[in-house]
Structure formats: structure tokens, C-alpha cells
Nanobody
Framework: QVQLVESGGGLVQAGGSLRLSCAAS????????MGWYRQAPGKQREWVAAITRGGITNSADSVKGRFTISRDNAKNTVYLQMNSLKPEDTGVYYC??????????WGQGTQVTVSS
């Protein structure tokens, strides 16, 4: 069993910053990578950023240069530092964890609202 608990969402003005956290617990020894998706109202879920077990990161073009994904191995926590936020970044942000041989697990989501 795997649990993902997200935190850090909220309301921020355009140009502001937020840092999301995703704490993983349970049977995560064989995880392959972690990352974030987001879903805006009325839109499909969109991949945002990911970090592999080895620490290699990647992010969507829409957030490159503004969002940074990182991980604290000691705390089994992944972070998404979001700077220069725009209204179009508004949505529910979901953390996920991938395994070699198990289905992907998702967090419950955290709301990010960017006002113009």
C-alpha cells in the first residue's frame, strides 16, 4: 500500500510563488519516479514535471524556467516550486509515483488558484 499526501496549494496573485509538497509513505522501496500533473476546470489532466529515482528531472514546456521539481530522499517527499505564476496555472495539482511492476499511485490533489 502506498500513500501520497499533498500540501502547499492555495490562492496567490499572478507573479507570485507557491511550493507544493508530496509526502510518500508505505511500500515505496521499488519506486521508479515521481511527478506532478494538473487539471484545470473543464480541461484534461496535463503532465507538469517529473523526477526519476536517479534524480533526473523534466518538465512541460509551459512551465519550464518557472517550475522546479526536487526531492528530499530522507523525507520521501517531492516538491514543486512554482514561481512567476500565471492565471493559466490554476488547477488541481496531483502528485503521482511510478513503480517498476505496480500501477501508478495518485495523491488526492491540492488546489492552486492564481488571480490576475
Amino acid at each position: 500500500q502506498v500513500q501520497l499526501v499533498e500540501s502547499g496549494g492555495g490562492l496567490v496573485q499572478a507573479g507570485g510563488s507557491l511550493r507544493l509538497s508530496c509526502a510518500a509513505s508505505g511500500s515505496i522501496f521499488r519506486f521508479n519516479g515521481m511527478g506532478w500533473y494538473r487539471q484545470a476546470p473543464g480541461k484534461q489532466r496535463e503532465w507538469v514535471a517529473a523526477i526519476t529515482r536517479g534524480g533526473i528531472t523534466n518538465s512541460a514546456d509551459s512551465v519550464k524556467g518557472r517550475f522546479t521539481i526536487s526531492r528530499d530522499n530522507a523525507k520521501n517527499t517531492v516538491y514543486l516550486q512554482m514561481n512567476s505564476l500565471k492565471p493559466e496555472d490554476t488547477g488541481v495539482y496531483y502528485c503521482y509515483i511510478d513503480f517498476v511492476s505496480y500501477p501508478r499511485y495518485w495523491g488526492q490533489g491540492t488546489q492552486v488558484t492564481v488571480s490576475s
